[in-house]
Each structure stands twice: as C-alpha cells, then as structure tokens.
C-alpha cells in the first residue's frame, strides 16, 4: 500500500508563502499521479492541483492557478507545492495524494485520488 507523508504547513499571513511538500514510499511508480487536495471546515474536499510527468499533464484549480506551483521528483518520490500569494480562503487541510490509474475522457484528464496522508493544516490569516 502506498503510504504519504506531508509536511510544511503552517500559520501565515495573506501574501505569504509556503512549500509543502509530500513523500512517498511503499509499491509507488512513476507512472502514478501526485498531487494535492485540500478540504476546509464545512466544506467539500477541492482538488487543487497533480503532476504526472509520464504522460505530460500539469492540472491546477482554477482558484490557484497562477498562486500554486506543483512539482515532482520521481527519483526521490516526492511532490512539492509551492503556495505564493496566499489568501484566506485558502485555509484548509492539504492532503497529497495518488492516483493509480490515468484516465483521460475526451481529451480530459480525469484525475481521482485513491491514496492519501494524513494532511497537514494551511491557516491564512487576513
């Protein structure tokens, strides 16, 4: 099973940045998605953004796109997202993650984490 480890997070003021970043180990390829999605209070877990450097595909939310910059090492299997210009609403857990598989429908990358860490908390205060 492969397993997760975020760290990085922290408290920070609006404008701020932060670089989380995420290990992987156990049965993990090259060939998996990695990526980052986070969930607030209240609300419903928000992909944020994934990498898969086999096929080519960087994908971001729009809320972060041009904020948010994900990154990978296969060699070290470990993924990084720098966070600049932060903002309030980005207070969340932020969770990496795996996909397995790449499904692409349409043209679309369809991206669908199955495993994830335990999170690490991202606070922006105002």
């Known amino acids: 099973q492969v397993q997760l480890e975020e760290s990085g997070g922290g408290l920070v003021q609006a404008g701020d940045s932060l670089r989380l970043s995420c290990v992987a180990s156990g049965p993990t390829s090259s060939s998996y998605t990695m990526g980052w999605f986070r969930q607030a209070p209240g609300k419903d877990r928000e992909f944020v953004a994934a990498?898969?450097?086999?096929?080519?595909?960087?994908d971001y939310a729009d809320s972060v796109k041009g904020r948010f910059t994900i990154s990978r090492d296969n060699a070290k299997n470990t993924v990084s997202l720098q966070m600049n210009s932060l903002k309030p609403e980005d207070t969340a857990v932020y969770y990496c993650?795996?996909?397995?598989?790449?499904?692409?429908?349409?043209?679309?990358?369809?991206?669908?984490?199955?495993?994830w860490g335990q999170g690490t908390q991202v606070t922006v205060s105002s």
């Open positions: 990498i898969n450097r086999n096929i080519g595909r960087i």
């Open positions: 993650a795996v996909d397995r598989d790449i499904t692409i429908i349409a043209g679309r990358w369809v991206v669908e984490f199955d495993y």
